[in-house]
């Protein structure tokens, strides 16, 4: 069993940064792919980026690419996502999930799923 917990997320203005961090315990933390993902009301659950078990490997969805970066801390148990040059439509839930192998960009196939954290942006 994996827990994940995120923290991190809040009010900010078009063009601001937050850095997302999720949290883990449980099973062998480095043994484990990590995505995160967002919904916003009324829209499914959509892919925002993934990073390898080694963190050697990163992959975003297009949408976030060149603003936002995703990043793992093996001594910390941590992942987290760094996002810069918000958008209004970035506005959602922010889910940080975990898999067993290679990442993938499909919710289905995580095992593991955090709480989330709202991210809102105005402007």
């Known amino acids: 069993q994996v827990q994940l917990v995120e923290s991190g997320g809040g009010l900010v203005q078009a063009g601001g940064s937050l850095r997302l961090s999720c949290a883990t315990s449980?099973?062998?933390?480095?043994?484990?792919?990590m995505g995160w993902f967002r919904q916003a009301p009324g829209k499914e659950r959509e892919f925002v980026a993934a990073i390898s078990w080694s963190g050697g490997s990163t992959y975003y969805a297009d949408s976030v690419k060149g603003r936002f970066a995703i990043s793992r801390d093996s001594a910390k148990d941590a992942v987290y996502l760094q996002m810069n040059s918000l958008k209004p439509e970035d506005t959602a839930v922010y889910y940080c999930a975990a898999k067993q192998s290679y990442y993938s960009s499909r919710p289905l196939e995580y095992d593991y799923w955090g709480q989330g954290t709202q991210v809102t942006v105005t402007g």
């Open positions: 449980g099973r062998t933390f480095g043994s484990y792919a």
